[in-house]
């Protein structure tokens, strides 16, 4: 008979005698035993904390600090029903399967945000501390029942995450980038810069990745537009996503990439490793923060060089920060067309402006309107992603960058989306539409042999 069938047994026969000493009191009496549950209740969550510990304790003095985890996992099971056969009385009421549980949890997973991890309709972890945890489900933040022991708990969590990573989080760095084996985004950030304590902070990745009919089924595009884009990824168009935290870019920079021929070197450049293409050419590059001397650090503008000299078809950046922006429109305008990447923006202008900044912090003294020149020479599409209050996730323009008149960018909406109110359920309602207005790339299109019919953009004018 295994742990958990034994604690059962001990629970229905407590519970078996819990009932014939009920049935031997009156109503009223029932109604006073009642308001006593609730404060047994309270208490007993302090009872489970010191069950855990126990085990804890005993599983430490018995195995040590040994790494065989499923020599571990097995020992729990004697180890913990020797520690409730000690004192049967006072873990009567303690729902021991769920001790049982988390300490599994600690063991072989991510603590108590286990369960969170392996629930695939939750797409966002969020711990404030150890008495705060929230998620994202459906588009929506949600705060859960589930807390940590203490701030040495989540700590115990992230340095489990990051250390196989031969990453460090301390007092001297305390921030770090990381991601699960998954592919999933980790950040944590810990005192003396975080006020509530370690904060840990999860973006998980779909186990399957999405597709292009995946997008369409959650509205964020239409089919003319999966079509259009289908055709400037495979017409080797300069494509950058746009949006604000959260908006879906990675999602959709992971979709467009789909889009690339399988013939085709891919070269992608992260912070921390998340696309995933199916393409058999891929070299996935991730930089490297510095040692805890401070000292080796392989920032994403010196991979964005390197992959230069890698003979790359396409060239993917997950995301833009800084002075990498430079190196990667001067790869546009040298030959490497095809490339995609992604940056922080509300607008596809806001787009530029931030890349305009973002070339000025690769410490180059060079006039606005040279910059300008550069990014319209390198940039063909501007793709804009946005996150609604509904939850939804939708690209709201797809604007051609097309030249320049006087030191002013001249950008052109291809497609937008169009909002028309709020339904009851507090659902956005909009539609994605085409302007009709005829890209200057379109005759790229027939170059490569694309059929890209101009009657998706309903235009009398085409």
């Excluded at 078996?16 to 047994?40: I, L, P, W, Y």
């Excluded at 996935?284 to 060089?305: A, H, K, M, Y």
């Amino acid at each position: 008979m295994g742990l958990l069938d034994r604690i059962n047994d001990t629970q229905n026969l407590s519970a078996d005698n819990s009932v014939a000493r009920q049935k031997t009191t009156s109503e009223s009496s029932f109604v006073a035993n009642e308001g006593k549950s609730k404060k047994r209740a309270g208490t007993s969550n302090v009872v489970e904390r010191e069950l855990k510990a126990r085990i804890q304790r005993k599983i430490l003095e018995q195995l040590g600090n040994t790494q065989d985890v499923d020599m571990v996992v097995e020992q729990i099971d004697p180890i913990a029903l020797e520690v409730v056969r000690k004192d049967p009385d006072k873990y009567r009421f303690v729902n021991v399967q769920k001790v049982i549980q988390e300490l599994i949890n600690d063991v072989t997973g991510y603590g108590p945000i286990n369960p969170l991890l392996l629930d695939s309709d939750v797409t966002e972890v969020m711990v404030n501390g150890p008495d705060m945890v929230y998620i994202e489900k459906k588009g929506k933040i949600q705060l859960t029942d589930i807390k940590f022991r203490d701030d040495d708990q989540v700590m115990q969590v992230i340095d489990k995450i990051v250390a196989p990573l031969g990453r460090r989080i301390d007092e001297s760095s305390p921030m770090v980038d990381a991601r699960l084996p998954d592919g999933s985004r980790v950040n944590a950030i810990i005192p003396p810069l975080s006020l509530v304590g370690p904060v840990l902070t999860i973006r998980k990745f779909a186990r399957v990745p999405y597709t292009i009919e995946d997008l369409i089924n959650m509205k964020s595009l239409n089919r003319e537009m999966a079509v259009f884009l289908n055709a400037c990824v495979k017409a080797r168009l300069n494509v950058f996503i746009s949006g604000g935290t959260g908006s879906g870019k990675t999602t959709t920079l992971n979709v467009l990439s789909s889009f690339i021929p399988n013939d085709e070197r891919i070269v992608t450049i992260e912070d921390a490793a998340e696309l995933q293409l199916g393409q058999e050419h891929v070299v996935s590059l991730e930089s490297r923060p510095p040692n805890i001397e401070g000292t080796g650090e392989i920032p994403i503008r010196e991979l964005v060089r390197n992959s230069l000299r890698m003979r790359p078809d396409r060239i993917i950046v997950g995301e833009c920060r800084g002075g990498e922006a430079l190196d990667m429109l001067q790869a546009m305008n040298t030959g490497h067309d095809g490339s995609l990447a992604t940056g922080h923006a509300n607008s596809p202008r806001d787009m530029l402006a931030r890349l305009e900044t973002m070339v000025l912090m690769a410490g180059v003294e060079l006039p606005v309107k040279a910059i300008r020149q550069q990014i319209v020479g390198a940039l063909d599409l501007i793709v804009q992603q946005a996150r609604f209050k509904d939850g939804t996730r939708r690209i709201t323009n797809i604007t051609e960058v097309q030249d320049m008149e006087g030191d002013v960018v001249v950008l052109q909406d291809i497609f937008t989306f169009q909002q028309e109110g709020i339904d009851a359920d507090g659902k956005i309602l909009g539609d994605l539409k085409a302007t009709g207005i005829r890209p200057r790339f379109y005759d790229k299109f027939k170059q490569y042999g694309l059929n890209v019919p101009s009657s998706i953009f309903n235009s009398e004018r085409w």
